[in-house]
């Protein structure tokens, strides 16, 4: 089982491109997330799932959209990228509440 | 209300000496406490979780403390090893799916 793949694992953005970070899990988890992490910071929930056509905000949702089609997958969209959303995303994922999470490896991006 | 404190923001322990990383919470609310240990380039791992109706939880040299009435939950790290040097993260979910993290504690095992 690969768990929580997220792609790229790197990626430079100019101010004001867009771009979409791609979260796939194989263990059939109703449950997805996307956090930031930064330094000082901890992680920061940014959207989250509880299941295929259900998203809902958290934390720090300004500057990016989500959608849910499957439940497999769990996309992160930048419309417009913006210097403040250099950061490291994690993606993780979890069966149901009160469980663990399984993260992925994270995204790293800069946006110049 | 939502917030999860967590201290100290490093920590350096020799080798064979016991690590303690401490969180405090306000939202009564809060029912699911795990902690998570990160390595450099790694994304999150649970390490060990508790809920509120159980004082201590052990598993091997990792345990979590759990004081409910003073809203703090602690993790020891019994004999430390080089290779628990890490960055570890408490936790605390809500009756929603929500978790709110703390800011980490980077741990370092001297040799």
């Known amino acids: 089982n690969a768990g929580v793949t997220q792609t790229p694992k790197f990626q430079v953005l100019k101010t004001g491109q867009s771009m979409t970070l791609q979260c796939a899990q194989d263990?059939?988890?109703?449950?997805m997330s996307w956090y930031r992490q930064d330094p000082g910071m901890g992680l920061r929930l940014i959207h989250y799932?509880?299941?295929?056509?259900?998203?809902d905000q958290g934390e720090v949702p300004n500057g990016y959209n989500v959608s849910r089609s499957t439940t497999e997958d769990f996309p992160l969209r930048l419309l417009s990228a913006a210097p403040s959303q250099t950061s490291v995303y994690f993606c993780?994922?979890?069966?149901?509440?009160?469980?663990?999470?399984?993260f992925g490896d994270g995204t790293r991006l800069s946006i110049l | 209300q939502q917030q999860v404190k967590q201290s100290p923001q490093s920590l350096i322990v020799q080798k064979g000496g016991i690590s303690i990383i401490n969180c405090a919470y306000e939202?009564?609310?809060?029912?699911?406490f795990p902690w998570y240990q990160q390595f450099p380039g790694k994304g999150p791992a649970l390490l060990i979780a508790?809920?509120?109706?159980?004082s201590e939880k052990k598993e091997g040299r990792f345990t979590i403390s759990f004081n409910k009435s003073a809203k703090q939950f602690s993790l020891h790290i019994m004999d430390s090893q080089p290779g628990d040097s890490a960055t570890y993260f408490c936790?605390?979910?809500?009756?929603?799916?929500?978790?709110?993290f703390g800011t980490g504690t980077r741990l370092k095992v001297l040799a």
């Open positions: 936790a605390a979910q809500t009756g929603t799916y929500k978790y709110i």
């Open positions: 508790i809920r509120p109706d159980v």
């Open positions: 939202n009564t609310a809060f029912d699911y």
């Open positions: 799932s509880v299941g295929a056509g259900i998203t």
């Open positions: 263990m059939n988890h109703e449950y």
């Open positions: 993780a994922s979890s069966y149901f509440r009160g469980q663990p999470q399984h």
